[in-house]
C-alpha cells in the first residue's frame, strides 16, 4: 500500500462512507454475491477513516488482480 497521507475525518464522513460500503455490499448480494472478509475489512478501514480511497483500491486489486492484466 502507498504512504498517501491521510486525512481527518468526521462523524459525517464516517456515516457517509458506511452507507457507500452497506450499499455496494447490498448491490453484490442482490445480485447473489458476497464479498470476502479480506475485501469487507479494508471497506470497514476505510469507512472508519483508517485508511484512504486509493489503499482500499490497491489493497483490493493486491488481493484479487483482474483478469484483464493477465
Known amino acids: 500500500m502507498t504512504d498517501a497521507m491521510q486525512t481527518t475525518v468526521t462523524g ?10 452497506d450499499e455496494a455490499r447490498h448491490s453484490s448480494e442482490l445480485e447473489g454475491g458476497r464479498s470476502t472478509d479480506d475485501v ?8 472508519a477513516g483508517e485508511i484512504t480511497l ?17
Open 12 to 21: 459525517a464522513d464516517v456515516a457517509r462512507r458506511q452507507a457507500i460500503v
Open 40 to 47: 469487507r475489512a479494508l471497506q470497514d478501514s476505510w469507512a
Open 54 to 70: 486509493e489503499q482500499l483500491l490497491e489493497g483490493t486489486a493486491a488481493r484479487y488482480p483482474s483478469q484483464a492484466d493477465r
